[in-house]
């Protein structure tokens, strides 16, 4: 008897993943990466690499307290 390592469940191809969102396909190559499925990263990179990347959310300033301590 030999163990065998079970197959995809979906064969990816760079036009599915390119259709995921960005949040899916970081999802899918989390994925891949724990799975070592060195091919399906290299998609996910090649598809990542090619979006816009989005502006870095800057931290809110806190407001200043009203004059006079009013609330």
Do not use: H
Request: hydrophobic share 35%; charged share 30%; aromatic share 2%.
């Amino acid at each position: 008897m030999s163990i065998t390592r079970p197959g995809r469940s979906v064969d990816w191809t760079r036009e599915k993943i390119t259709a995921l969102t960005t949040l899916d396909v970081r999802q899918l190559r989390a994925n891949a990466e724990r799975l070592n499925d060195p091919e399906i990263m290299g998609l996910c990179d090649a598809v990542l690499g090619e979006r816009p990347r989005g502006i870095a959310r800057q931290p809110r300033k806190k407001k200043a307290p009203a004059p006079g301590g009013a609330a």
